[in-house]
């Protein structure tokens, strides 16, 4: 499946694949166990419909979901009646549609981020390793970069952190430029240099082009496996988001971020695009 898959780059202006056309060809090829592993990309739209639905229940919903329109109104009636049909679905979304009518009107309750939380955390503890790395990162980096943020605004950085782990505590309590990040984590550097660009598009553009370097190391040496699907629907979701928002607008600005995300990464030279290795011949070495 993935050898016919087409190329794609965060540069195209035009979608070689969509998330549709992607979903069904897992649909039909994965094993039932590599399918509940990517319960957890799709899991996030479901916490967005689950929210849009809270707040309006004739709201129009995301269709990425694992999840049908029918069970949506199943898990939010089970969540509130204690049923046992709230089995079915994960604890964190219950527990949050059973606390939202007492959190919904607390000032600096914002549904969207609050769920969003909890999704990242329960997807950390997926049991595959590069997933959940993927999601610990996202977190990280929303985190980071929230407190750099907060800082060059003169505000609380502690107010604005979400989540308890190593990173978050280092912020919590370093009063350093790049709170000692750098020591432990290379990647921060490169962060901090996005946090300073100034154009808020701009900004968005080079987190996803950040982030869609990190999925090709992490799956340059195994482009067949569950792992690479993972990272190919991270990457078409990119491509949706901002196909949705101009799929032409700073098409050349990401070919030059990519590739200079791409010249700094520690990859072997043999290992590179162009050399004599392919990534066939990789996987299977």
Not at 108 to 136: H, T, V
Request: aromatic share 12%; hydrophobic share 40%.
């Amino acid at each position: 499946m993935m050898a016919g898959l087409p190329d794609i780059s965060l540069s195209d202006d035009k979608m070689a694949c969509t998330m549709e056309e992607m979903r069904e060809q897992c649909d039909e090829v994965l094993s039932a166990a590599d399918k509940k592993l990517l319960f957890y990309f799709y899991l996030r739209y479901d916490c967005m419909n689950v929210v849009r639905l809270l707040k309006n229940p004739e709201a129009e919903i995301e269709p990425y979901g694992n999840f049908t329109m029918e069970q949506y109104t199943d898990m939010l009636t089970s969540a509130r009646e204690l049923n046992f049909n709230v089995h079915r679905y994960p604890a964190f979304m219950s527990e949050f549609i059973r606390s939202y009518e007492y959190n919904k009107d607390k000032e600096g309750f914002f549904p969207e981020d609050a769920m969003m939380l909890e999704y990242l955390q329960y997807a950390m503890k997926c049991p595959n390793r590069m997933i959940a790395e993927w999601y610990a990162l996202t977190l990280d980096i929303n985190n980071i970069l929230t407190a750099m943020i907060a800082r060059k605004n003169g505000w609380n950085v502690g107010d604005y952190i979400q989540g308890d782990n190593e990173v978050t505590e280092m912020i919590r309590h370093n009063n350093t430029k790049d709170f000692d990040l750098s020591l432990e984590f290379s990647y921060v550097k490169d962060l901090m240099k996005i946090v300073d660009e100034e154009d808020p598009v701009q900004k968005e553009r080079r987190i996803d082009a950040f982030k869609w370097v990190w999925l090709e190391e992490k799956t340059f040496f195994e482009p067949f496996s569950i792992e690479a699907v993972f990272a190919y629907l991270c990457k078409l979701e990119m491509l949706t988001r901002w196909e949705r928002l101009d799929p032409v607008l700073g098409k050349a600005r990401f070919e030059e971020i990519v590739e200079n995300l791409r010249g700094e990464a520690k990859v072997p030279a043999e290992f590179k695009v162009g050399a004599v290795h392919s990534p066939r011949k990789v996987a299977e070495g």
